[in-house]
């Protein structure tokens, strides 16, 4: 423990915090002290802070486990080098009555780098302590394919208001075009009767590109798998939906099949 002397309105200051300490009564036995600190610096009495310890609901001022450890090594550091800096001082203090100028210069150039190296540390340990921002979710992409160009508008406004980016196709053969040229979607929204290429058509052609393989395929028809050649299952199509479907069932198995797929 550093133990200064200060008398009535006499400073103790901390320059790497910004702190400022002041004595500016005394009466009883009692000693009035003014702070003058940053906002980011929390002060307390001691038996404030013991009281706040023992809380369980200041999530503010003990982050996720980081910020307490960091105030201690924080704490700990700031000790060390004004202890440092009190020996340092009575040293200088000594060299400049003994008229050792030159031992004097040494000595304060130590100082300095005691306290820029102090400023360095602290720094680090701020920026260990500060909550990491979490990563942004990584926006899915869908492509939509459908004929009838107003059901088309329609549900890509309604996806794009739940977070999904979405591109069009109006029927297999631009699909089939927008999916060589482009980055591959997360997502293929296909309607099975399409003019030029039907969905069918459009289906196989997919799964038999390598450059395709998983890509996830939501078929949408007024008809059943049987009246394309397909099985009941529907083969190759991740989700069947029969027009007219619900949209908010749609999306639900839409959010649940992307947020299981890498």
């Not at 924080?74 to 060390?80: A, C, G, K, Q, T």
């Amino acid at each position: 423990m550093l133990v200064l002397s200060r008398r009535l309105n006499e400073k103790i200051v901390l320059p790497n915090v910004q702190a400022t300490f002041e004595i500016v009564a005394i009466k009883s036995g009692t000693v009035r002290i003014g702070i003058a600190a940053p906002e980011s610096v929390a002060v307390f009495r001691e038996e404030v802070w013991q009281r706040e310890q023992g809380r369980q609901d200041v999530p503010d001022l003990l982050t996720a486990g980081q910020a307490w450890p960091a105030l201690q090594e924080l704490s700990h550091l700031v000790r060390n080098r004004l202890n440092a800096s009190a020996v340092g001082l009575a040293l200088l203090k000594r060299q400049l009555q003994a008229g050792l100028a030159q031992d004097a210069l040494g000595t304060l150039a130590k100082l300095e780098r005691d306290t820029h190296a102090l400023g360095e540390q602290a720094a680090h340990v701020v920026d260990q302590a500060r909550p990491k921002a979490p990563a942004a979710n990584r926006v899915r992409r869908a492509l939509l394919v459908e004929d009838d160009q107003n059901e088309c508008e329609l549900l890509a406004g309604f996806l794009r208001l739940a977070g999904l980016e979405v591109a069009t196709a109006g029927d297999g053969a631009d699909a089939l075009d927008y999916l060589r040229r482009h980055d591959r979607p997360d997502v293929m929204l296909l309607d099975m009767m399409l003019p030029r290429c039907d969905g069918a058509a459009t289906l196989r052609a997919v799964r038999s590109e390598p450059t395709l393989s998983g890509l996830k395929v939501f078929a949408i028809s007024g008809h059943a798998p049987e009246r394309f050649g397909l099985d009941k299952a529907g083969v190759g199509v991740d989700r069947w939906f029969r027009k007219p479907f619900n949209p908010e069932v749609l999306l639900r198995d839409l959010t649940q099949t992307l947020a299981d797929a890498p």
